[in-house]
T-cell receptor
Framework: QQQVKQSPQSLIVQKGGISIINCAYE??????FPWYQQFPGKGPALLIA?????SEKKEGRFTISFNKSAKQFSLHIMDSQPGDSATYFC????????????FGSGTKLNVKP | DAGVIQSPRHEVTEMGQEVTLRCKPI?????LFWYRQTMMRGLELLIY????????DSGMPEDRFSAKMPNASFSTLKIQPSEPRDSAVYFC????????????FGPGTRLLVL
């Protein structure tokens, strides 16, 4: 059973547009939600993360929106650039029980110039 | 710092052979993680160590997989015997703290078992 469901599987956005990737979870014990960015041939790198006590976190062009009641969170990439083309993974963790670390299936983003 | 170092970067082997993947974490990092990435299952946490001690190996798929961390600067993931379904990219990552501190991933080892 997939603990974190991520959509869409792939996304094509024009340069300057907004990229939106969504994730949903069921386990209410999850209390830390990071997003990772992975370029081809590289390992994932932490992009931004949020705890459920806030509804939004912004770092530059990247924003996480969190809806605790709906058990959903999303990544928004504003003013998307070709250099943002990568695979993005959401994840969910029970921080007191670290072995419960689950990744979403990934979204391949292609930003067209 | 050179970051997390993994070797080999690519490995092609035949079914039944032993495979050993190696990882050197970032100096000063207390946690080391092994992940497997496949198209079908995505990223999976296999095992992690804290101060060289295995904390949780519940993600290890079966007894054919084993991991060791003999010292703070070296870890191995061994598959014996290897099977075609083990073909994947294996990542090693390290961090100073278990959760909120950034995990730094290595470049991965792409394993193909024929």
């Amino acid at each position: 059973q997939q603990q974190v469901k991520q959509s869409p599987q792939s996304l094509i956005v024009q340069k300057g547009g907004i990229s939106i990737i969504n994730c949903a979870y069921e386990n209410t014990a999850f209390d830390y939600f990071p997003w990772y960015q992975q370029f081809p041939g590289k390992g994932p790198a932490l992009l931004i993360a949020i705890r459920p006590d806030v509804s939004e976190k912004k770092e530059g062009r990247f924003t996480i929106s969190f809806n605790k009641s709906a058990k959903q969170f999303s990544l928004h990439i504003m003013d998307s650039q070709p250099g943002d083309s990568a695979t993005y993974f959401c994840a969910a963790i029970e921080s007191y029980n670290f072995n419960k670390f689950y990744f979403g299936s990934g979204t391949k983003l292609n930003v067209k110039p | 710092d050179a970051g997390v170092i993994q070797s080999p970067r690519h490995e092609v082997t035949e079914m039944g052979q032993e495979v050993t993947l190696r990882c050197k974490p970032i100096s000063g990092h207390d946690y080391l993680f092994w992940y497997r990435q496949t198209m079908m299952r995505g990223l999976e946490l296999l095992i992690y160590f804290n101060n060289n001690v295995p904390i949780d190996d519940s993600g290890m798929p079966e007894d054919r997989f084993s991991a060791k961390m003999p010292n703070a600067s070296f870890s191995t993931l061994k598959i014996q015997p290897s099977e075609p379904r083990d073909s994947a990219v294996y990542f090693c990552a390290s961090s100073r703290l278990a959760v909120e501190e950034t995990q730094y991933f290595g470049p991965g080892t792409r394993l193909l078992v024929l």
